[in-house]
């Protein structure tokens, strides 16, 4: 059974940083790309950042500069850092694990609460 777990998420005052982590379990996770979406209210889920098997990252470019995505294929996790953040940062944030090798596989985590306030 596959299983995406994301944490990290909860209440920070704009400027303020956190730490997102999503631990997978079910999957080989080396073979995955792994991302971040993330959905505020009312409107559609969007694609945060990314990090290919080999390492390499791509970013939205309203994460540039702000939020660096990495992993840890030793204990098959992936993390989100946010920095800087702003009102606007306020969704849920979604992890996604996604294998582009045949068999083609998607997954999806449960989600995680940020909130932007003060």
């Known amino acids: 059974q596959v299983q995406l777990v994301e944490s990290g998420g909860g209440l920070v005052q704009p400027g303020g940083s956190l730490r997102l982590s999503c631990a997978a379990s079910?999957?080989?996770?080396?073979?995955?790309?792994m991302a971040w979406y993330r959905q505020a209210p009312g409107k559609q889920r969007e694609w945060v950042a990314s990090?290919?098997?080999?390492?390499?990252?791509n970013y939205a470019n309203s994460a540039k500069g702000r939020f660096a995505i990495s992993r840890d294929n030793a204990n098959n996790t992936v993390y989100l850092q946010m920095n800087s953040l702003n009102p606007e940062d306020t969704a849920i944030y979604y992890c996604?694990?996604?294998?582009?090798?045949?068999?083609?596989?998607?997954?999806w985590g449960q989600g995680t609460q940020v909130t932007i306030s003060s």
């Open positions: 990090i290919t098997t080999s390492g390499s990252t």
């Open positions: 996604d694990a996604a294998k582009f090798t045949a068999p083609y596989r998607n997954y």
């Open positions: 079910g999957i080989i996770f080396s073979t995955y790309t």
